[in-house]
T-cell receptor, first 111, second 118 residues
Framework: NAGVTQTPKFRVLKTGQSMTLLCAQD?????MYWYRQDPGMGLRLIHY???????AKGEVPDGYNVSRLKKQNFLLGLESAAPSQTSVYFC??????????FGPGTRLLVL | AQKITQTQPGMFVQEKEAVTLDCTYD???????LFWYKQPSSGEMIFLIY??????QNATEGRYSLNFQKARKSANLVISASQLGDSAMYFC???????????????FGTGTLLAVQP
């Protein structure tokens, strides 16, 4: 049981490039989340999903898109990366209970 | 708007001593949940402890306890008998939305960096 995994662990992009971050969970959780973590700030919610085929905006959704085509996967896309998107990205998932379980994070640097 | 405030950017504690990390929250909801997560230098977010707003007893998990004072809107984390491995960033978070609700989201504080000294 791997829990929540994220791919890749680290990535460097040039401004304007695109990429997709993959989050996978093997716990059959309904709900999945993407957060970003910036220095001196707590985690902020980008987008979330309450089930396969559904997505919704969080606190800071601009510049990102998401898809949840399969229950176990939640993809975060950057169509045209900007330096302001340099951050650590965390995926999390939960069941109908309270606790969100987090992946190990992806460090993204946009030059 | 709901908000979590952690006023201690950093703290030192001697090994084997107890330490309290402060967290205050602001919400107008009657039903809410409070969480503490640990983030070691390796970067992952580790769930530590949870307290529901209707729970009458303070939550405990091993060496971690949550000092929940509803009237003061505080949810401080107490770590007893600190260990070197407790050195990490600690985040307080609050659940926005009803218990188990589909659209529940977490709001995080800015964190407290704890350094345990031998």
């Amino acid at each position: 049981n791997a829990g929540v995994t994220q791919t890749p662990k680290f990535r460097v992009l040039k401004t304007g490039q695109s990429m997709t971050l993959l989050c996978a969970q093997d716990m059959n959780h309904e709900y999945m989340y993407w957060y970003r973590q910036d220095p001196g700030m707590g985690l902020r919610l980008i987008h979330y999903s309450v089930g396969e085929g559904t997505t919704a905006k969080g606190e800071v959704p601009d510049g990102y898109n998401v898809s949840r085509l399969k229950k176990q996967n939640f993809l975060l896309g950057l169509e045209s990366a900007a330096p302001s998107q340099t951050s650590v990205y965390f995926c999390a998932s939960r069941t109908s209970g309270e606790t969100q379980y987090f992946g190990p994070g992806t460090r993204l640097l946009v030059l | 708007a709901q908000k979590i405030t952690q006023t201690q950017p950093g703290m030192f504690v001697q090994e084997k001593e107890a330490v309290t990390l402060d967290c205050t929250y602001d919400t107008s909801d009657q039903s809410y949940g409070l969480f503490w997560y640990k983030q070691p230098s390796s970067g992952e977010m580790i769930f530590l402890i949870y307290q529901g707003s209707y729970d009458e007893q303070n939550a405990t998990e091993g060496r971690y306890s949550l000092n929940f004072q509803k009237a003061r809107k505080s949810a401080n984390l107490v770590i007893s008998a600190s260990q070197l491995g407790d050195s990490a960033m600690y985040f307080c978070a609050m659940r926005e939305g009803n218990y188990g609700g589909a659209t529940n989201k977490l709001i995080f504080g800015t964190g407290t960096l704890l350094a345990v000294q031998p």
